[in-house]
């Protein structure tokens, strides 16, 4: 079952590293998740992605950190580094930080992602949701690692098809070996859970993200023109 998104045409076609350095961001601890959201949001507003690529992010950042393309700020930019101020409002991430309630260890983590996420996570794609996923690295203390988006699953190996922004213009897949996650871009994680859930027939009036509206309005936001 998939939703029809593909990177290719509806996923960012530079990699997350190109806009952290470009901004100078550090306190969004990157963009990933906000580059999720904001590629829903172009895609449920029927808007085609900005056309920007990693040689389009070579230019310094002015003072404020507004990246400058061709002599001119860039809202586009700006928008998505909004976006990722946005998934922090999810109601997901403060329940992931409370004491999981089974012995930490990677296979108690994996078993958790299988056994209680991939069901949401796939009831949320048979309604015609996209989910943001958060994932949980390998390190001893499994703390979030990394944010993509999923729009879509098969039931064999716990098979998720993502959107990495680690990895534009491909459609990453992720499989269960039984006890962690192996991607197909050669990355591994301990487990991963449900962080947002995007439905692509909900839109707003709005045009800037607001704490007060956000979660009423399923996080949809016009996103800028390029």
Request: proline residues 6%.
């Amino acid at each position: 079952m998939k939703l029809p998104f593909d990177p290719v045409k509806n996923g960012w076609h530079f990699p997350e590293n190109s806009i952290v350095g470009a901004m100078g961001v550090k306190r969004s601890n990157g963009l990933c998740g906000g580059m999720s959201l904001a590629a829903v949001n172009y895609f449920r507003y029927g808007m085609n992605i900005p056309a920007i690529n990693s040689s389009d992010l070579k230019n310094a950042p002015n003072r404020t950190g507004t990246v400058q393309i061709n002599s001119h700020t860039h809202p586009v930019l700006d928008f998505i580094l909004y976006s990722q101020f946005a998934v922090f409002e999810s109601l997901n991430i403060i329940n992931q930080k409370a004491v999981l309630p089974f012995p930490n260890t990677p296979e108690c983590h994996h078993l958790n992602s299988i056994d209680n996420e991939f069901p949401k996570i796939k009831k949320a794609i048979d309604n015609g949701c996209f989910v943001i996923l958060g994932l949980r690295s390998l390190k001893e203390d499994y703390q979030g690692y990394h944010q993509t988006l999923v729009y879509g699953y098969d039931d064999k190996n716990y098979t998720l098809y993502m959107y990495d922004s680690n990895n534009p213009n491909e459609e990453v897949i992720a499989k269960s070996n039984g006890y962690r996650l192996v991607f197909s871009n050669g990355m591994q994680y301990s487990s991963y859970y449900l962080l947002m859930t995007l439905n692509p027939a909900i839109k707003s009036d709005l045009n800037a993200y607001d704490s007060s509206k956000n979660h009423v309005y399923n996080f949809a936001v016009k996103p800028p023109m390029a």
